[in-house]
């Protein structure tokens, strides 16, 4: 009798764990931890950076982006005599500290070369509005004049031009270029009267 209750008391545990068995399955992974395959990211851009526009109303930006020029033109919406560029050029050339700000500017022209900004005054009539006169061919100017003067040993910058890069003199009533004096730029400008203007 003792047996058989030991017996049944056994088939009882058996039948039990077997229930607890079923009723808790071992844990398998989450539904978050399971990748879904076969899919992608999709990846949404955000806004584009904007570059800022140059700011072409400073006559140094202005030249660093149009590079070579001979005078500024529609792009460039600064003033047409910027007192920086004035104030640079008077420093560049060694102007004298006495002349009036004003005065220098009205007799102050600038343009772009090679991305920097160069000035040129006027002064004692420095051709800053034109190029270089490179031409070894007499005007009828200095031919007049050497028929008055067949011997002169200069003919003066009234007569020849100012934009002249050679000396200028009468042999036998007849004018003739002598040495060169000045030498010539990129764009054709006298460089001897032109400046790099720093910011």
Partial sequence: MKFKAIVFWMCGLVVLSACQSAANPPA????????????TTTVIPGPTPTVAAADLSNPFVYCASVGTIDQPDGRYTGEA????????LMKAS????????DVFSQGSVWRC???KVYGCFVGANLPCDSKADTS???TPD????CKSNPSAEFIPAAVTGHAT???WKCQAGK??????????DAQGYISEIWYVVEP
Wanted: charged fraction near 20%; glycine fraction near 12%; proline fraction near 8%.
């Fill in 142 to 145: 200095m031919d007049a004049y």
């Fill in 165 to 167: 890069i050679y000396e």
């Fill in 94 to 101: 060694g102007a004298s500290a006495e002349i009036p700000l």
């Fill in 113 to 115: 070369m090679d991305g």
């Fill in 81 to 88: 005599k910027p007192k920086a560029v004035i104030e640079g």
């Fill in 175 to 184: 004018a003739v270029a002598g040495n060169q004096t000045f030498q010539v």
């Fill in 136 to 138: 070894k061919e007499s």
């Fill in 28 to 39: 398998g992974p989450t539904e978050a931890a399971i990748a879904p395959t076969g899919m």
